[in-house]
């Protein structure tokens, strides 16, 4: 059994939409999509950019090199990952892990606010620019880049999300290790702010 193959009913329908989708040129090189996996009623949603090469080849998010340092940092402050839901803005690989456009990013976007709206989750994190940058245009919520805003906690209103908290992409704590310290921290605060009452 594939794990995607276990959401509820409402994430599964979502997901099936996802893997049949044939909106944006993305479609045509894509292995599989990558709908996204964790709980109906996880707490916490991590939202990255787009797969990448070993998503694209199971259909499974943050499963690669990037995905490793996710998990272990979520293990390190507490977070489980099977106890939270992960996911990108984007559902398939763009080719050679370029930057998903404009474009394509609205023709997906529907699909990770209909998972947002469906988990209802307490903290929702952003991983990246991509993912940030989305989100603050959705949310009215100040246009800067993740190094300006990262830790920082955003308290949603009108959405069934409590706060958002951005971050840095797991890509980019690889690629400059300095920032590993501000990763574990903005995912231990994360953690914190599962506690927070309304």
């Excluded at 469906?118 to 952003?126: E, M, R, Y």
């Excluded at 995912?187 to 309304?198: D, F, G, H, Q, W």
Aim: include cysteine; glycine fraction near 8%; hydrophobic fraction near 35%.
């Amino acid at each position: 059994m594939r794990f995607d193959e276990r959401l509820d009913p409402l994430l599964e329908e979502i997901a099936q939409k996802i893997r049949s989708c044939n909106k944006c040129q993305l479609a045509k090189g894509r292995t599989n999509a990558v709908p996204g996996e964790g709980p109906q009623h996880a707490t916490m949603m991590l939202v990255g950019e787009a797969p990448g090469s070993a998503e694209d080849t199971s259909g499974r998010p943050f499963i690669g090199q990037s995905g490793k340092l996710l998990t272990d940092t979520m293990t390190s402050v507490g977070i489980q990952r099977e106890n939270v839901f992960i996911t990108n803005i984007v559902k398939c690989r763009p080719p050679e892990n370029r930057d998903p456009t404009d474009k394509e990013i609205g023709t997906c976007a529907p699909y990770v606010l209909s998972q947002m709206d469906s988990i209802s989750p307490v903290v929702l994190v952003t991983l990246g620019n991509v993912s940030y940058d989305f989100f603050s245009t959705t949310f009215y919520l100040p246009k800067k880049q993740v190094g300006e805003v990262r830790g920082k906690v955003f308290r949603l209103h009108s959405t069934g999300c409590k706060f958002l908290i951005p971050t840095y992409h797991p890509a980019a704590v690889i690629y400059n290790r300095k920032l590993q310290p501000d990763f574990i921290e903005d995912l231990r605060k994360a953690e914190r702010y599962l506690k927070v009452p309304s």
